[in-house]
């Protein structure tokens, strides 16, 4: 297996919150790989993955989501996260869910783990969801402390 793939007994038996992956995924317009971040408090434990995406299109980005609260938008420099080479947002308004299973098969079709988030913005990433309108109330619950598994 390449560098940077994981095998899936790694994501079925370790997977660190804040874990980043670079893919392709078909919910998304643009057919370029994004970076992926893992948001859930134990995500080791639990089969469903909650998932935020960056874009590097920030002003667009700022536009689309102009109505929502701003801290659903997380801005986040490339020297706050090295695995970024452009200033990026990603907005808290919208969470990708994904088994273990299917997001391997995004890996295994070109895409990569990258670096971990750190801590600090990883949660800002859960106090945007929180903050969200938009997001779900079930997917609100398993962000919160007292719903680990």
Known sequence: MAPGIPSEAA??????????????????TSPEPHYFVVLNLSPAKE?????VVSTSQVEGARRRYAQMPAETL?????REYTGFTKPSIISCNQVFTKTKR???KQINHGGEQKQRMPKAILEKLRLGVLASPTVERHIKKKLSS???T
């Not at 994501?11 to 998304?28: S, T």
């Not at 089969?47 to 998932?51: E, Y």
């Open 74 to 78: 997380v801005e986040i420099a490339p």
């Open 102 to 104: 299917q997001l391997l």
């Open 146 to 148: 007292s719903d680990q």
């Open 47 to 51: 089969d469903l993955l909650l998932l």
């Open 11 to 28: 994501l079925n038996f370790y997977l660190p919150e804040g874990a980043v992956f670079y893919v392709q995924d078909r919910g998304l």
